[in-house]
């Protein structure tokens, strides 16, 4: 059965600082890999996905996300941290393919210091 | 385009009541979603429906029922509402040419 861990559920940050948030999986066969972005009192939009080409990943505002299937892992990273990305983060993977049927980690609050 | 459309955006229910969440996508998805979100349990999925026709039942089910209209709109309902049921509920529906979920805005459903 398809998981992810996401761990801190809060990380702070300086604005300019490097962004990190981390997140493991587990999946029984190939993943399909999210990252979503939520702002205050909005649904989700896609950052990036990993679907089984490039291992990494770029997506919008500057993101991008390293699949590294030895490590179960497919972290997200910013250079440099802007009071904009101030956000709850979720990492997802699907049950199975191409499919909406995603399986989320608990989130992730992203919190940028001026 | 409107995407995908949520209403209503809040509603508070006393315990036992009934109600209907509504959604409806204008993109042309064959597959819709009902997420709900709780406070460090991320998103999880309540029902879906691949296609026009057909739902079936998600990670936690229990005290919903769904609709799949037609292929734009997809409702969820709550029976007899539950305290436990109060949640932030979205709708979403599947892009499978560019393998991404759109998401509705939500619904912020209180049961008291």
Same mark, same amino acid.
């Given at each position: 059965?398809?998981?992810?861990?996401?761990?801190?559920?809060?990380?702070?940050?300086?604005?300019?600082?490097?962004?990190?948030?981390?997140?493991?999986?587990?999946?029984?066969?190939?993943?399909?890999?999210?990252?979503?972005?939520?702002?205050?009192?909005?649904?989700?939009?896609?950052?990036?996905?990993?679907?089984?080409?490039?291992?990494?990943?770029?997506?919008?505002?500057?993101?991008?996300?390293?699949?590294?299937?030895?490590?179960?892992?497919?972290?997200?990273?910013?250079?440099?941290?802007?009071?904009?990305?101030?956000?709850?983060?979720?990492?997802?993977?699907?049950?199975?393919?191409?499919?909406?049927?995603?399986?989320?980690?608990?989130?992730?609050?992203?919190?940028?210091?001026? | 385009?409107?995407?995908?459309?949520?209403?209503?955006?809040?509603?508070?229910?006393?315990?036992?009541?009934?109600?209907?969440?509504?959604?409806?996508?204008?993109?042309?998805?064959?597959?819709?979603? %009902?997420?709900?979100?709780?406070?460090?349990?991320?998103?999880?999925?309540?029902?879906?429906?691949?296609?026009?026709?057909?739902?079936?039942?998600?990670?936690?089910?229990?005290?919903?029922?769904?609709?799949?209209?037609?292929?734009?709109?997809?409702?969820?309902?709550?029976?007899?509402?539950?305290?436990?049921?109060?949640?932030?509920?979205?709708?979403?529906? %599947?892009?499978?040419?560019?393998?991404?979920?759109?998401?509705?805005?939500?619904?912020?459903?209180?049961?008291?």
């Amino acid at each position: 059965a398809q998981s992810v861990t996401q761990l801190g559920s809060h990380v702070s940050v300086s604005e300019g600082a490097l962004v990190l948030l981390r997140c493991n999986y587990s999946s029984s066969v190939p993943p399909y890999l999210f990252w979503y972005v939520q702002y205050p009192n909005q649904g989700l939009q896609l950052l990036l996905k990993y679907t089984s080409a490039a291992t990494l990943v770029k997506g919008i505002n500057g993101f991008e996300a390293e699949f590294k299937k030895s490590e179960t892992s497919f972290h997200l990273t910013k250079p440099s941290a802007h009071m904009s990305d101030a956000a709850e983060y979720f990492c997802a993977v699907t049950a199975s393919g191409n499919t909406g049927k995603l399986i989320f980690g608990q989130g992730t609050t992203l919190q940028v210091k001026p | 385009n409107a995407g995908v459309t949520q209403t209503p955006k809040f509603q508070v229910l006393k315990t036992g009541q009934s109600m209907t969440l509504q959604c409806a996508q204008d993109m042309n998805h064959n597959s819709m979603y %009902w997420y709900r979100q709780d406070p460090g349990m991320g998103l999880r999925l309540i029902y879906y429906s691949a296609s026009e026709g057909t739902t079936d039942k998600g990670e936690v089910p229990n005290g919903y029922n769904v609709s799949r209209l037609n292929k734009r709109e997809f409702s969820l309902r709550l029976e007899s509402a539950a305290p436990s049921q109060t949640s932030v509920y979205f709708c979403a529906s %599947w892009d499978t040419i560019n393998e991404k979920l759109f998401f509705g805005s939500g619904t912020q459903l209180s049961v008291l």
